[in-house]
């Protein structure tokens, strides 16, 4: 993962420089539409999030009598490694998903002003 090693090293200049190649590469705008288009629909929905207290009190007591029956210990040592690894993915997929939905955010919000403008619509969201 060269522009992870980039980032991690803080290369900052050949980062820049990778970045800036990337539009070169070979299906780049198919793989740059593909994670734009699924970063703006990977937030659960309502109904979605509506099972999540039930997994959460039930994973919530699971720790707590692991804890209670003396397992802390070794699950610092076995588990917290992978959770923080688990993390630490998902930090850096919501960190691209982030950039790319930031990046093009200005020119999506012109672009529907300029044809609010010219058509005289206005289309409300949800």
């Known amino acids: ?5 980039l980032f991690m090293n803080r290369d900052w200049n050949g980062l ?8 070169r590469q070979p299906d780049f705008w198919l ?9 703006a ?6 109904s979605d999030r509506r099972a999540w207290l039930p997994v959460i009190l039930v994973a919530a007591a699971l720790t707590v009598l692991a804890l209670l ?3 802390g210990p070794w699950m ?10 688990s993390l630490r993915v998902v930090a850096a997929i919501f960190g691209i998903s982030l ?3 930031a990046l093009l955010w200005l020119p999506f919000r012109m672009t529907r002003g300029i044809l609010v403008r010219l058509t005289g ?5 949800g």
């Open 31 to 39: 793989w740059f539409y593909l994670a734009f288009a699924i970063s």
């Open 41 to 46: 629909t990977m937030l659960p929905s309502p």
């Open 16 to 23: 820049l420089t990778t970045l800036a190649g990337l539009p």
């Open 69 to 71: 029956a003396g397992a």
């Open 1 to 5: 993962y060269p522009l992870a090693a």
């Open 99 to 101: 950039a790319l939905q």
């Open 121 to 125: 619509l206005r289309v409300q969201a």
């Open 76 to 85: 610092a040592e076995h588990l917290a490694p992978l959770l923080n690894r």
